[in-house]
């Protein structure tokens, strides 16, 4: 999917404490029965090179199975995955973030990640798909989670970001000539758009990061989903102030752009602050609705 190449499986599993134990249980077991199996055998006897390759074959085979059964997936596991793979991916971006950092942050081994995802590649396709589904595996998906076709994780993004462009208020708005209330109509549209993104916060700060490493991302995030919004809020506010419905707008573009900034500034960007304002969510929500509405609207 991207320009750096791809952390290969296998790098070395790590496994939890149960499965290493069991491992043990298992070698000393077959090392015992190797043991008989020999005694049994009369001195002088030449060992058929069959057999004995049938044994260890048997002995190895019967050991990787049971290490790979032994490794158990605790219930919140891929859910604690996306979470701080989500944190990776958005503090690093998707160039920089290796699968040892999203390992560290899980608190596992390395390799232990590869038994839940194949690549860098799926673990980004994972969180694209799930950052911000608060119930993201009430089916628990076949492990380890394959590696996406090239180009499914740009279609999906592609596909949600249509879906979810333009807010129902607006669409309603531009499709609207008599307008008996123009601040409830903005208060609205703000209301809404507030709201999808606060809903979609983790999304659109991966989105905003990793677009940096991703052209194609980058031309569907801020040409195609960030400038389509800005392009009709620009034409909603252009055609109410032009109707005197709103306050008269030296340039209705910029005005769209400073409304959607300060919008995603407090519903996204703000939680990711160095140095953040501890402010209630509520609270920011409703004094972002009243500032851009009383800014606008006419009294």
């Not at 070395?12 to 070698?27: N, V, Y």
């Not at 979470?83 to 390395?110: H, N, P, S, W």
């Amino acid at each position: 999917m991207g320009p750096q190449s791809l952390q290969q499986r296998g790098e070395g599993h790590g496994g939890d404490e149960s499965g290493a134990s069991e491992q043990l249980k298992l070698r000393f077991a077959h090392r015992r029965r190797v043991q008989r199996w020999v005694s049994a055998t009369p001195v002088g006897t030449r060992l058929c090179p069959d057999a004995l390759a049938g044994l260890l074959t048997d002995l190895v085979g019967q050991l990787y199975e049971s290490s790979v059964m032994a490794r158990t997936v605790p219930d919140d596991r891929l859910a604690r995955l996306v979470e701080c793979a989500t944190q990776v991916f958005i503090e690093q971006g998707y160039r920089r973030t290796q699968m040892a950092d999203v390992a560290k942050a899980l608190g596992v081994a390395k390799g232990t990640l590869y038994l839940y995802v194949e690549s860098k590649d799926a673990l980004f396709d994972l969180v694209a798909r799930c950052a911000d589904d608060e119930r993201p595996f009430e089916t628990p998906p076949p492990l380890p989670i394959r590696t996406p076709k090239p180009g499914a994780t740009l279609k999906y993004v592609r596909e949600r970001l249509a879906k979810n462009q333009v807010p129902a208020a607006l669409a309603a708005a531009l499709g609207r000539s008599r307008v008996p209330d123009p601040r409830a109509e903005l208060e609205g549209i703000v209301r809404e758009l507030y709201d999808a993104v606060a809903r979609n916060r983790r999304g659109i700060k991966l989105l905003d990061r990793s677009a940096r490493d991703h052209p194609e991302l980058a031309a569907l995030w801020f040409e195609g989903a960030r400038g389509g919004l800005m392009a009709l809020l620009g034409q909603y506010l252009e055609a109410r102030s032009r109707r005197k419905l709103l306050r008269p707008l030296p340039h209705p573009a910029v005005a769209a752009r400073l409304l959607i900034e300060t919008v995603v500034f407090w519903a996204v960007h703000r939680h990711w602050d160095p140095h953040p304002q501890p402010v209630d969510d509520c609270v920011a929500k409703e004094t972002v609705v009243r500032f851009i509405v009383s800014a606008l609207a006419k009294e």
